[in-house]
């Protein structure tokens, strides 16, 4: 969710038309740096040990289309390439349009990556109406992306992105056997941040869930800002009215986490803070999310973190109905 992240074949989803993706067996290097990872949380990348880099997905050059919206499609990246459009869209939002700080490495490849790149199913927005250059076929444009974690994925690898700031573990220990996925990574070019192109991102997210029967989502949003105090009314907003219930409560990891009710119930313009709040949040909300006890702030990207909790039973019945039962709204 964060700013708005495979061995053996293609197995295909329960819901009919869509391919659920297991890992596969390549090397990482064209997403990511040819480094190892050590250490827990993210992994830092230090240059060493062939051989040890995370698996590529295995790409379905035949990914279906899940949903279209005019010329607007949203479906599964399809190759190493696409993903890498998809990096060089989230360099251009986070680091060009916002105020996250770029390493050297992301600096000089103009793409924002890191090591879970090749453990995601990387969902795309894509606009055909795109002309032709000069003897050239014309060629969609990648304007809009989500990164999607399976647990077992995770499992099978190096955690989750977000357990470099929030202790999943509790969580996950009071739910083995639950499905989940972590959205991360979202974003979308200006010119197509409307209805249209986000409604059509959470008809394929949508999708993805039925296909891989997935119990429940979770991942870090963001506030723009790193002070806290600043973000006192939005903050508390969502402490006040959007905690996560006990069994699906997580906190920041030991020296991460600041308070997130900054404010007494009386001083929380429920308006303002709604309006304060990203629209990708709001969006949340609406599907019914609540949220972690703990922010936490990235300098790195230049935001405050919250982490996002939505299991599936508990999703707002209006966007079920809205998208169909079967992912059948927007079906392409």
């Known amino acids: 969710m964060k700013h708005e992240a495979r061995h053996g ?11 659920a993706l297991a890992p596969g067996a390549f090397s990482a290097q064209a997403l990511v740096s040819p480094f190892v990872p050590i250490g827990p949380g993210i992994p830092r990348w230090v240059p060493g040990r062939a051989g040890q880099t995370p698996p590529l997905p295995r790409f379905d050059p035949e990914a279906p289309t899940l949903g279209r919206i005019g010329p607007l499609e949203v479906r599964l990246a399809r190759s190493v390439g696409e993903v890498k459009k998809a990096q060089t869209l989230r360099y251009h939002v986070f680091y060009e349009e916002m105020s996250a700080v770029a390493d050297a490495l992301t600096l000089a490849s103009g793409r924002d990556r890191d090591a879970f790149d090749a453990l995601c199913d990387h969902m795309l927005v894509l606009d055909h109406d795109v002309p032709a250059k000069p003897f050239r076929k014309a ?10 974690l399976r647990r077992e994925v995770a499992d099978r690898h190096f955690g989750f992105y977000s357990a470099s700031e929030y202790d999943l573990q509790p969580m996950l220990d ?21 209805k249209r192109t986000v409604e059509l991102l959470w008809h394929g997210v949508w999708s993805y869930i039925l296909a891989n029967r997935i119990d429940a989502m979770f991942g870090c949003a963001s506030l723009e800002g790193t002070d806290p105090d600043q973000l ?3 903050l ?9 219930p006990e069994d699906w409560r997580v906190r920041a990891l030991p020296g991460r986490g600041v308070a997130m009710n900054r404010l ?9 803070a709604l309006h304060a709040l990203p629209p990708l949040i709001k969006g949340y909300l609406r599907l019914g999310a609540t949220f972690g006890d703990e922010a936490v702030v990235d300098h790195q ?8 909790i939505m299991p599936v039973a508990a999703l707002s019945s209006r966007y079920v109905n809205y998208y169909g039962a079967d992912a059948s709204r927007h079906a392409g």
């Open 236 to 244: 508390s907003f969502l402490a006040q009215h959007a905690r996560a």
């Open 232 to 234: 006192a009314l939005p």
């Open 301 to 308: 990207f230049g935001t405050t973190d919250v982490l996002v």
């Open 174 to 194: 009071r739910h083995p056997d639950a499905r989940m996925l972590e959205l991360g990574r979202s974003c979308v070019l200006k010119p197509y941040r409307n």
């Open 264 to 272: 007494p119930a009386d001083q929380v313009d429920v308006k303002a």
């Open 9 to 19: 074949m293609f197995r295909p989803g329960p819901f009919p038309g869509i391919t």
């Open 139 to 148: 060629k969609p444009r990648i304007v809009g992306c989500y990164r999607l």
